[in-house]
């Protein structure tokens, strides 16, 4: 029969380690403040692009979320605005 003493210990030893990383974690959280207010995520574009009908004057502005939705976005308005 196998002996499985080194895979106790080893088990054990893991276990402990866990233990004292949530306590780690949850000594962190009593110690530091609450946020005054949770930061909220928002979307930033760096691209964007305006395309202007010159016969009636009429733009429109969009957000690009990068330079292949630039190209694909134009595709659109060339086939349906286009000569």
């Known amino acids: 029969m196998a ?3 080194y895979r106790k210990k080893r088990r054990e030893a893991v ?3 866990m233990q004292s990383f949530r306590d780690a974690k ?4 009593v ?13 930033w574009n760096r691209f964007e692009i305006t395309v202007k ?10 957000e690009l979320r990068s330079l292949r939705d630039c190209a694909r976005r134009l ?6 605005c286009g000569n």
């Open 53 to 62: 009908d010159r016969l009636t004057g009429e733009t429109g502005t969009f």
């Open 3 to 5: 002996s499985y003493t």
């Open 26 to 29: 949850a000594r962190k959280r």
């Open 15 to 17: 276990l402990r380690k």
């Open 31 to 43: 110690e530091s403040p609450p946020p005054d207010r949770e930061p909220r995520m928002e979307r």
């Open 75 to 80: 595709a659109v308005v060339m086939r349906y």
